[in-house]
């Protein structure tokens, strides 16, 4: 069993939309990171949040992502005006409790943007 | 920069067939090693993870992996592969960072035939 879990599973949304990935960790964890694997590829690390602060991004989180925890529970990545080029598949990772080194991920949520 | 390579990228293999799946990581001070296997339609989960002591270290499903500092390498291995171990494989480095971000090689496609 995953320790976080990823809603929705799969999305399939047009060009220039909105969408909304969610994480839910199962216990109150802390840290929380986004990846992303596009088809074929290697994942790759998208942004790292803790105490509800952005504390590292890559080159490939531009201004079209964010990324937030509305309910001090989940935690969501949000890509405004999708390209094709964002499909992919999207994993959320979380430590179980502070200090540790080791990080569980979800189960992915597959984003295809037509 | 840091960076993670994997120099296999489809490995066939027959049943029984002994199973060595390199990784070398560029960065030359203290860093936690990881190998996860991702199953077709599923999300990645952790093989095993190397962080001190005994280089040496046994994961789950008879893999194992063997951290050479000298040679900044941490080469996942099995005797004796079965078909259900039909998956990808990442090799992923937490270098000295304070976000604990992961950085992940290309994987390896392991396909063994039965």
């Keep these: 069993e995953p320790e976080v879990t990823q809603t929705p599973s799969h999305q399939v949304t047009q060009m220039g939309q909105e969408v909304i990935l969610r994480c839910v960790p199962i216990s109150n964890h802390?840290?929380?990171?986004?990846?992303?694997?596009?088809?074929?590829q290697k994942v790759e690390f998208l942004v790292s949040f803790y105490n509800n602060e952005i504390s590292e991004k890559s080159e490939i989180f531009d201004d079209q992502f964010s990324v937030e925890r509305p309910d001090g529970s989940n935690f969501t990545l949000k890509i405004r005006s999708t390209k094709l080029e964002d499909s992919a598949m999207y994993f959320c990772a979380s430590p179980f409790r502070l200090g540790d080194n080791e990080a569980f991920f979800g189960q992915g949520t597959r984003l295809t943007v037509v | 920069a840091q960076s993670v390579s994997q120099h296999n990228h489809h490995v066939i293999l027959s049943e029984a067939a002994s199973l060595e799946l390199g990784c070398n990581y560029s960065y030359g001070g203290t860093v936690n090693l990881f190998w996860y296997v991702q199953y077709p339609g599923q999300h990645l989960q952790l093989l095993l993870k190397y962080f001190s002591g005994d280089p040496l270290v046994k994961g789950i499903k008879g893999f194992e992996a063997e951290f050479i500092k000298s040679k900044f390498s941490f080469n996942l291995r099995k005797p004796s592969v079965q078909w259900s171990d039909t998956a990808e494989y990442f090799c992923a480095v937490r270098f000295s960072s304070n976000t604990g971000?992961?950085?992940f090689g290309q994987g390896t496609t392991l396909q063994v035939k039965p």
């Design chain 2, 101 to 103: 971000k992961l950085i």
């Design chain 1, 30 to 40: 802390l840290y929380f990171y986004w990846y992303r694997q596009i088809l074929g």
